[in-house]
């Protein structure tokens, strides 16, 4: 593994909005932020991310404030997003591989997978599919050496 991290939309959104994963998220983004590890996700985490926090303010979960206020964050968190051609057929593959629905979760795995980084989810139903077949995915919800 190396100085990267893939993180998904998942694990940002609880950067952005409470949830009862919000300091275990917050505490590994300043954790990577602070020792310069770079943050790397597929281009379509900045828009799960935006319709995630559009989709919380329309349904009146978070306030339009609190909406905007997250939204402003979320576009100063440094992630390098990648429009690797490889990630699409890697994608498509693993998602065959690992019999899931949705190829866009596998776009992450991809994109860590080409990395040779850990991908960290908030994402525990995920997680729980793929821990046993790819030993670099994390769950934030994973008991480690600075959890609380």
């Not at 019999?99 to 991809?110: G, W």
Request: with cysteine; charged share 20%.
């Amino acid at each position: 593994m190396n100085s990267s991290v893939c993180v998904d939309a998942s694990l940002l959104i609880r950067t952005l909005v409470p949830d009862a994963y919000s300091p275990r998220c917050e505490l590994l983004l300043a954790g990577w932020l602070e020792t310069e590890q770079r943050l790397i996700a597929p281009a379509l985490l900045a828009f799960e991310v935006t319709a995630t926090l559009r989709r919380l303010v329309y349904q009146q979960v978070i306030s339009p404030a609190r909406g905007e206020a997250a939204f402003a964050t979320f576009q100063r968190i440094p992630v390098r997003l990648s429009h690797r051609q490889q990630i699409f057929p890697l994608a498509w593959d693993l998602a065959k591989q690992l019999n899931r629905l949705r190829a866009y979760d596998t776009a992450y795995l991809a994109t860590a997978q080409l990395s040779r980084c850990e991908f960290w989810t908030a994402d525990e139903r995920l997680y729980n599919a793929v821990k046993s077949q790819l030993n670099w995915v994390r769950w934030v919800g994973e008991p480690g050496p600075d959890s609380f």
